[in-house]
């Protein structure tokens, strides 16, 4: 069963499938789900703000079962308020975030993530595939999905890597030709 990730954020009507802040998409986060429960694929709900967890994920568990559903965000306070909400959902801390925020203390803890995901209630990490040569695949303490790998190269490597539970892609249909080329 493959998993399909959504990034989404509040627009003027509700939860919207969205990356970037801007103008609402207009593809609703309600009829994501709805598209995913009909396909038997999992839905992977990546968080892009603070607040609202239990409205999102309301509308995705009225389509989906819970064991379909995994959500991620690179916020740790939004991990614990979705695993106080819905405990029965696989929750990720992601690690990796833009460069903007204060340098040092942000790098530090994402190449090093164990205490932010043992005292936010994560059940894997979500991490940026530029942490991977500091070592993060090497000490993750929980099972890893890994974002966003779109260059043939590495997505041929890191769809074998049995470090893995998923990885994240702009490429789905190249990545299933890959991974049925073995």
Not at 4 to 20: I, Y
Request: net charge neutral.
């Amino acid at each position: 069963m493959g998993t399909v990730e959504v990034d989404v954020r509040r627009g003027p009507d509700g939860w919207v499938a969205q990356h970037d802040p801007g103008p609402p998409s207009g593809v609703t986060l309600a009829s994501v789900a709805g598209l995913v429960a009909e396909s038997g694929a999992r839905l992977m709900v990546d968080l892009k703000e603070i607040g609202g967890e239990a409205d999102a994920l309301g509308v995705v568990l009225e389509r989906l079962l819970p064991g379909r559903v995994l959500v991620s965000t690179l916020e740790d306070e939004s991990v614990a308020a979705v695993r106080s909400a819905f405990p029965e959902l696989e929750v990720g801390l992601s690690v990796g975030r833009e460069w903007r925020r204060p340098y040092v203390r942000t790098r530090l803890s994402e190449l090093f993530p164990e205490r932010r995901a043992r005292v936010s209630g994560a059940t894997f990490l979500s991490v940026n595939r530029r942490l991977v040569p500091f070592g993060v695949l090497r000490r993750a303490p929980l099972p890893v999905y890994l974002w966003t790998v779109d260059d043939e190269r590495e997505l041929r490597g890191y769809l074998c890597d049995e470090r893995l539970r998923g990885v994240v892609t702009n490429r789905p249909i190249r990545a299933l030709e890959l991974l049925r080329q073995g």
